[in-house]
């Protein structure tokens, strides 16, 4: 079975097993040390991404190399041995460089390889991995190594074995009672496999966790407590324990009197109405508390009135007194001894004083409370309200003046017909008009000589009026147009005004301009109707309007001709020629020339190399008096030379290029070129140049039309790039140093690609050590920029060295460096890492040291096995630790050689390099 699961997890924790999450997101990347490694619920189905990981740590004796990214992840045997298939998608980018199973005998220590190393896996392969002598239940680690800027995808099917990760042992439920209803009690599990807890009561799930407080349920005679022990992969049997709930006896209050308004509070509730209660609070232990009281509520009376008084009064509630408008409350108490609650709604009535201005004619009668008044005085009146308060009046009466002449008639006198005309009359009082209106501005439309009058009426009954005549004035007398002079292009129109008229206004259809009684308009196409109105005023104003159609002449007929010049050939294609026509009709109309080609419209010059290759349209027309004539005709040019970017002058090209170089069809083309090259096709082709194919090749066309055309194409190739003395493709051990010296000719610029592990990246003579299988390549350009590829494999084979110091390629130094100290047991066998090398003198480099207790000697010997330099370190854990080259460091063979009392004595051979 093959389910495939993708996940995407970044495990940064370095913490133990059950801090670390679950595999299970969508694109695994796992993690790049043992104690972040992700956890697997089953590796069946497993599928994970490789590559995308910061450097991160190795088990010690990995088969890969330190320098890529390595990915760990966490899984459980359940059986005690493991056959899984390891696939390589055959979709990655880049082939899985290593993986392997591995077991710990603490935490992310003591580890030892339970199945066989595998590299190399490339996309779409598969390799079985086998562990045996498994401890069921054990913690294992699948370690994976990818390039760092690279992805590999694999997946793994279990064949035989399981991996299944386990549900937890079924947990004890540890409670403290007697429970009752609502109460909240402690319960308890004790841990088993660092498993997570989920409590249900009667079914419905309430906490989680080791220990928790549970409610219990409002009613019933039982609970049923249950708990579920889980891990992030499996869950196991939920455990149920059934308690009994015991109602607390209830408590009787007696009777409770209050006030009305007043609240009873007890255990955080609150009454207010009169009755029996039977209510539940809670005890100390938080279980339910049954009361039973009965509350008595005794009324307080709210009394409301509304008084009023009049100003200087006052009104008294209890002992205070009021002498101002509001809403005055007084809180009383009433024989029950409870509060009784007066409001009064006061207003203080005024005592009221009025004036009265009034105006009569003269000789006129006023009347006021009872009494008749002729003369201008002052009278006061004091009598009582309607409200009963006192009130005074004062009433001051004037006599009016006569209002005639109050009112006067202005606006025009006279009007033209059928035009309005506007009356205003100014003066005070009501206006009454003849014509019924009452506004103080009328418009009229008389037809003939009218009489208007106005009357005017104020306040004290006073009439005022005046009077009016509007004239009309004498019928207008339309002004006389003519047309007159029209041409096909202008025209005339006389004006004859009546006597003591004078214009207003002209309106045209046309522009144009009035000379003393002559209105002139020019520039009008040929047949155009003008069309003019005029605007006239007689003596007394009136406006008199004539309007007149004119129409300028129509064009004569006439034809035009061009004499189209014979088709151009190429002998005279550089040369201006001047084109001719003729005419047939009236006048003689000036031409105008367009057209591609045509260098001056007036002449008709026409200019083939402006033209371009190919036919063009040319077109004449010839004005006169706003008449055109035009005609058409077709000129064809033929070419003189090729265009610049179709022939190019020269071409730089590499060796091994190909060229194809096409000229326009239509042509008959002959090519010569070195080493007797002959061709009649349109395309110049060379395929695979060599240093005999450079030159200068030449083509010669002939145009459908007999032109010759020539023109000249350099083929410039430089010297081929040339190597010798190339080193061959080798099997080195791992860190051997491998120097090579080749010579090269005709390079401008060279260099050794990639340039890790190499001593001078830019020299042609350079030393090489490597850690793993390596290609390098020299790139080189020559002088038209082309790049040669020359490349050289160092493959890795550490079984071909035979133990621990390889072969440098210098053999004045393989002499073996005599052992310092003895170890304490029989050294085991260790892989020696270190890295970069080669190195520079000064520069930190990282050396990879298996976790020990015993400190490591680390010695650095030069090429006459002399030690300038011992240190120390501690090395807690299997890691890389840092340490720094002397600035002193001879340039050339370094040997490094590590002491342990613990794993023996290892050595490394490293080169320092100048800068």
């Given at each position: 079975?093959?389910?495939?699961?993708?996940?995407i997890l970044?495990?940064f924790?370095?913490?133990?097993v059950?801090?670390?999450?679950?595999?299970?997101?969508?694109?695994?990347?796992g993690?790049?040390?043992?104690?972040?490694?992700?956890?697997?619920?089953?590796?069946?189905?497993?599928?994970?991404?490789?590559?995308?990981?910061?450097?991160?740590?190795?088990?010690?004796?990995f088969?890969?190399?330190?320098?890529?990214?390595s990915?760990w992840?966490r899984?459980?045997?359940?059986s005690?041995?493991?056959?899984?298939?390891i696939?390589v998608a055959?979709?990655?980018?880049?082939?899985?460089?290593?993986?392997?199973i591995?077991?710990?005998?603490?935490?992310c220590?003591g580890?030892?390889?339970?199945?066989?190393c595998?590299?190399?896996?490339?996309?779409?392969?598969?390799?079985?991995?086998?562990?045996?002598?498994?401890s069921?239940?054990g913690?294992?680690?699948?370690?994976a190594?990818?390039?760092?800027t690279?992805?590999?995808?694999?997946?793994?099917e279990?064949?035989s074995?399981?991996?299944v990760?386990?549900?937890?042992?079924?947990?004890?439920?540890?409670?403290?009672?007697?429970?009752?209803?609502?109460?909240?009690?402690?319960f308890?599990?004790?841990?088993?496999?660092?498993?997570?807890?989920?409590?249900?009561v009667?079914?419905?799930?309430?906490a989680?966790?080791?220990?928790?407080?549970?409610?219990?349920?409002?009613s019933?005679?039982?609970?049923?407590?249950c708990?579920?022990?889980?891990?992030?992969?499996?869950?196991?049997?939920?455990?149920c324990?059934n308690?009994?709930?015991?109602?607390?006896?209830?408590?009787?209050?007696?009777?409770i009197?209050?006030?009305?308004?007043?609240?009873?509070?007890y255990g955080g509730?609150?009454?207010?109405?009169?009755?029996?209660?039977?209510?539940?609070?809670?005890?100390a232990?938080?279980?339910?508390?049954?009361?039973?009281?009965f509350?008595?509520?005794?009324?307080?009376p709210?009394?409301?009135?509304?008084?009023?008084?009049?100003?200087?009064?006052?009104?008294?509630?209890?002992?205070?007194?009021?002498?101002?408008?509001?809403?005055?409350?007084?809180?009383l108490?009433?024989?029950?001894?409870?509060?009784?609650?007066?409001?009064?709604n006061?207003?203080?009535?005024?005592?009221?004083?009025?004036?009265?201005?009034?105006?009569?004619?003269p000789?006129?009668v006023y009347?006021f409370?009872?009494n008749?008044?002729?003369?201008?005085?002052q009278?006061?009146?004091?009598?009582?309200?309607?409200?009963?308060?006192?009130?005074?009046?004062?009433?001051?009466?004037?006599i009016?003046?006569?209002?005639?002449p109050?009112?006067?008639?202005?606006?025009?006198?006279s009007?033209?017909?059928g035009d309005?005309?506007s009356?205003?009359?100014?003066?005070?009082?009501?206006?009454l008009?003849?014509?019924?209106?009452?506004?103080?501005?009328?418009v009229i439309?008389?037809?003939?000589?009218?009489?208007?009058?106005?009357?005017a009426?104020?306040?004290?009954?006073?009439?005022?009026?005046?009077?009016i005549?509007?004239?009309?004035?004498?019928?207008?007398?339309?002004?006389m147009l003519?047309?007159q002079?029209?041409?096909?292009?202008a025209l005339?129109?006389?004006?004859?005004?009546?006597?003591?008229?004078?214009?207003?206004?002209?309106h045209?259809?046309?522009?144009?301009?009035?000379?003393?009684?002559?209105?002139?308009?020019?520039?009008?196409?040929?047949?155009d109707?003008?069309?003019?109105?005029v605007r006239?005023?007689s003596?007394?104003?009136?406006?008199?309007i004539?309007t007149?159609?004119?129409?300028?002449?129509d064009?004569?007929?006439?034809?035009?001709?061009?004499?189209?010049?014979?088709?151009?050939?190429?002998?005279?294609?550089?040369?201006p020629l001047?084109?001719?026509?003729?005419?047939?009709?009236?006048?003689?109309?000036?031409?105008?020339?367009t057209?591609?080609?045509?260098?001056?419209?007036?002449?008709?010059?026409?200019?083939?190399?402006?033209?371009?290759?190919?036919?063009?349209?040319?077109?004449?027309?010839?004005?006169?008096a706003?008449?055109?004539?035009?005609?058409?005709?077709?000129?064809?040019?033929?070419?003189?030379?090729?265009?610049?970017?179709?022939?190019?002058?020269?071409?730089?090209?590499?060796?091994?290029?190909?060229?194809?170089v096409?000229?326009?069809?239509?042509?008959?083309?002959?090519?010569?070129?070195?080493?007797?090259?002959?061709?009649?096709?349109?395309c110049?082709?060379?395929?695979?140049l060599?240093?005999?194919?450079g030159?200068?090749?030449?083509?010669?066309?002939?145009?459908?039309?007999?032109?010759?055309?020539?023109?000249t194409?350099s083929?410039?190739l430089?010297?081929?790039?040339q190597?010798?003395?190339?080193?061959e493709?080798?099997?080195?051990?791992?860190?051997?140093?491998?120097?090579f010296?080749?010579?090269?000719?005709?390079?401008i610029?060279?260099?050794?690609?990639?340039?890790a592990?190499?001593?001078c990246?830019t020299?042609?003579?350079?030393?090489?050590?490597?850690?793993?299988?390596?290609?390098?390549?020299?790139?080189?350009?020559?002088?038209?920029?082309?790049?040669?590829?020359?490349?050289?494999t160092?493959?890795?084979?550490a079984?071909?060295?035979g133990?621990?110091?390889?072969?440098?390629?210098?053999?004045?130094?393989?002499?073996?460096?005599?052992?310092?100290?003895?170890p304490?047991?029989?050294a085991v066998?260790?892989e020696?890492a270190?890295?970069?090398n080669?190195?520079y003198?000064?520069?930190?480099?990282?050396?990879y040291?298996?976790?020990?207790?015993s400190?490591?000697?680390?010695h650095?010997?030069?090429?006459?096995?002399?030690?300038?330099?011992?240190?120390?370190?501690?090395?807690p854990?299997?890691?890389?630790?840092p340490?720094?080259?002397?600035?002193?460091s001879?340039?050339?063979?370094?040997?490094?050689?590590?002491?342990?009392?613990?794993?023996?004595?290892?050595g490394?051979?490293?080169?320092v390099v100048?800068?």
């Open positions: 079975m093959k389910i495939i699961i993708t996940s970044f495990c924790s370095t913490l133990f059950i801090a670390q999450p679950i595999c299970s997101s969508p694109m695994n990347l993690n790049n040390y043992c104690g972040s490694a992700c956890w697997v619920c089953d590796l069946d189905g497993f599928t994970a991404t490789v590559g995308m990981n910061p450097m991160g740590s190795l088990p010690p004796g088969c890969g190399s330190a320098n890529y990214n990915s992840f899984f459980r045997a359940q005690t041995s493991l056959n899984i298939l696939q055959d979709t990655s980018f880049a082939p899985l460089q290593a993986i392997g591995y077991s710990a005998t603490g935490i220590s580890f030892d390889l339970v199945s066989a595998e590299q190399n896996i490339g996309p779409g392969q598969t390799r079985v991995l086998t562990a045996n002598n498994l069921v239940g913690i294992y680690y699948l370690v190594l990818a390039e760092p690279a992805i590999s995808d694999f997946s793994v279990v064949l074995g399981n991996t990760w386990p549900a937890p042992a079924t947990p004890q439920i540890t409670a403290q009672g007697p429970f009752c209803p609502v109460g909240a009690f402690p308890s599990v004790t841990p088993v496999d660092n498993a997570t807890y989920d409590w249900t009667n079914g419905q799930h309430v989680t966790g080791a220990n928790v407080n549970l409610m219990m349920p409002t019933g005679s039982n609970v049923e407590v708990v579920t022990a889980s891990n992030a992969c499996a869950s196991g049997q939920a455990v324990q308690y009994p709930l015991i109602p607390i006896p209830p408590i009787n209050l007696g009777t009197t209050i006030c009305q308004g007043e609240v009873f509070d509730l609150q009454f207010f109405t009169p009755g029996l209660y039977n209510v539940n609070t809670k005890a232990n938080g279980c339910q508390q049954p009361v039973v009281f509350l008595q509520v005794l009324p307080s709210s009394i409301f009135l509304v008084a009023q008084i009049c100003e200087g009064e006052s009104f008294q509630i209890g002992t205070n007194e009021y002498s101002q408008t509001g809403i005055y409350t007084e809180v108490t009433t024989f029950l001894g409870c509060d009784s609650t007066v409001t009064v006061l207003t203080v009535l005024p005592n009221t004083q009025s004036i009265v201005y009034d105006t009569i004619c000789g006129g009347h409370g009872g008749t008044y002729t003369q201008a005085g009278y006061d009146f004091q009598y009582t309200s309607v409200n009963g308060c006192d009130s005074t009046v004062q009433l001051n009466l004037a009016s003046p006569l209002l005639a109050m009112v006067y008639i202005s606006g025009d006198t009007f033209c017909l309005v005309v009356l205003e009359v100014n003066g005070a009082g009501d206006i008009w003849s014509t019924g209106d009452t506004a103080t501005v009328i439309n008389p037809v003939s000589d009218t009489l208007i009058s106005v009357t009426l104020d306040s004290a009954g006073c009439i005022g009026t005046d009077s005549l509007v004239v009309a004035a004498p019928p207008v007398q339309a002004p003519t047309c002079n029209a041409t096909t292009n005339e129109v006389f004006l004859e005004l009546p006597t003591g008229y004078a214009i207003d206004s002209i045209s259809s046309s522009p144009g301009q009035l000379n003393g009684d002559i209105y002139q308009a020019a520039g009008l196409p040929p047949g109707t003008l069309t003019l109105e006239a005023l003596p007394e104003g009136c406006l008199a004539a007149v159609s004119c129409a300028t002449l064009c004569p007929v006439g034809t035009v001709a061009i004499d189209a010049p014979a088709q151009l050939q190429c002998t005279d294609g550089g040369s001047t084109l001719t026509y003729s005419f047939s009709g009236a006048g003689a109309p000036a031409p105008v020339w057209g591609q080609g045509i260098v001056d419209p007036q002449v008709g010059t026409f200019d083939p190399l402006l033209a371009g290759i190919g036919q063009h349209l040319v077109e004449l027309t010839l004005e006169e706003g008449c055109s004539y035009s005609a058409q005709t077709i000129i064809t040019v033929d070419s003189g030379e090729f265009p610049a970017s179709i022939v190019p002058e020269a071409l730089s090209l590499c060796y091994g290029d190909d060229v194809d096409c000229l326009p069809y239509g042509y008959a083309y002959q090519w010569t070129g070195p080493n007797g090259f002959v061709s009649a096709s349109s110049l082709t060379q395929l695979d060599d240093g005999e194919a030159g200068e090749y030449r083509v010669v066309a002939t145009s459908p039309h007999g032109c010759v055309l020539e023109n194409i083929l410039d430089a010297p081929e790039v190597v010798s003395n190339f080193p493709n080798q099997t080195v051990c791992p860190n051997q140093i491998v120097g010296s080749p010579a090269i000719e005709n390079a610029y060279y260099k050794w690609h990639p340039s592990g190499l001593s990246p020299c042609l003579t350079t030393l090489a050590s490597v850690r793993r299988t390596t290609t390098y390549t020299l790139v080189a350009l020559d002088a038209n920029g082309c790049v040669y590829y020359f490349p050289v160092l493959t890795i084979d079984g071909f060295c133990g621990i110091l390889v072969s440098s390629g210098l053999a004045q130094y393989d002499s073996p460096i005599e052992q310092q100290i003895e304490q047991q029989p066998t260790v020696v270190l890295y970069p080669p190195v003198a000064g520069q930190v480099v990282n050396i040291l298996q976790a020990s207790t400190p490591y000697v680390i650095l010997r030069d090429v006459h096995s002399r030690i300038y330099r011992t240190m120390e370190q501690m090395a854990k299997s890691d890389y630790y340490f720094a080259m002397p600035v002193n001879p340039a050339g063979y370094t040997y490094v050689q590590v002491l342990n009392q613990e794993t023996g004595v290892m490394i051979p490293v080169m100048d800068r």
